[in-house]
């Protein structure tokens, strides 16, 4: 057979059973507030395997589905080289679908029935080092609006762990008070949390507001927040670049601000995300409680919490070791 033959198609009814109830599947999860990355993260998880049932002939009718189809189709991701999160995250798509389908009754028993995740070592945790903060910090240390902003968001994120969805979503009238050295939260499922920074944080944030009031939307009420459970009317506390644009700083806005900042500090590229696995790693190693690092991360779970810890427990080990006969020696 030629790399190229066509592949058998399948009945219809099979893969319209399969939209159909994914369909179903996503709108629950809409009901229950999911955010619409999630949505858009389980809809191609559950793609992927329907084209690789189709691509072994097998069939994509819930009802037929089996324990082996799932197996081969957790191999094939495997043999890809696919990241164990991914891997993971497509494992537990699979299975929420299914226990879906079980508590509809359109499936008497799930093809996932007792079936243990695939196991896998932790994998690294990507940790912005003092050195590359002490360079980001520097490529901002100038006074203008840009170097103010940016330098209060830098401090903000490191000192608080807060998501990229949560520093869009501060209300500068509302959420944030410097006096106090603490700033309201409104973070996934509607859920609202205080959070504290220190006095370095709270004097870029002073520097930055005294340019923001400056801006020609220093006044400017809008919605604020990028996810559906966050947004609100408000004065958003990050402004993007009035020559560039008009409003709060979006998403996208901050992901190129510190892509531009590593590029000026001469660093390798960061992503905003390894703010906050700085953030839990620094909280851990200095003794802090695990759960309130669970609380003040925001984590509904300390599952998460979980990961980010084992995968920098290396790490966090080999930056506190004392070697033992040091002291033992001392003694003799």
Known sequence: MSATATVIPFPASDDSIWTSEVETFLLAMRARRASPNTIVSYRAALETFRLSQRARQRSTDPEQLTRRDV????????????????????????????????????????????????????????LVGVEQIDALLASASGRSFIDRRDAAIIRLMLSTGIRR????????????NIGAGEVTIHGKGETVRTVRFGDATALALTRYLRERAKHRDADLIETIGDRPDTRREGRPLFLGNARTGRGGLSGPGLHAMLKRRCRAAGIDAIHLHQFRHTWTDAMLSSGHNEQDVVHLGGWTSGKMLGRYGAAAQGQRARRNYRDPMDRILRKS
């Open 71 to 126: 197996e081969l189709y957790l191999i094939e991701q495997a043999e890809t080289g696919m990241r164990p999160s991914t891997q993971m995250q497509r494992f537990a798509v699979l299975r929420a679908f299914f226990n879906h389908l079980l508590s509809e009754q359109v499936l008497d028993r799930s093809p996932m029935e007792r079936m243990k995740p695939p196991k896998f070592r932790p994998e690294p945790v990507p």
């Open 165 to 176: 969805s949560e520093a869009l979503a501060i209300d500068l009238d509302n959420d944030l």
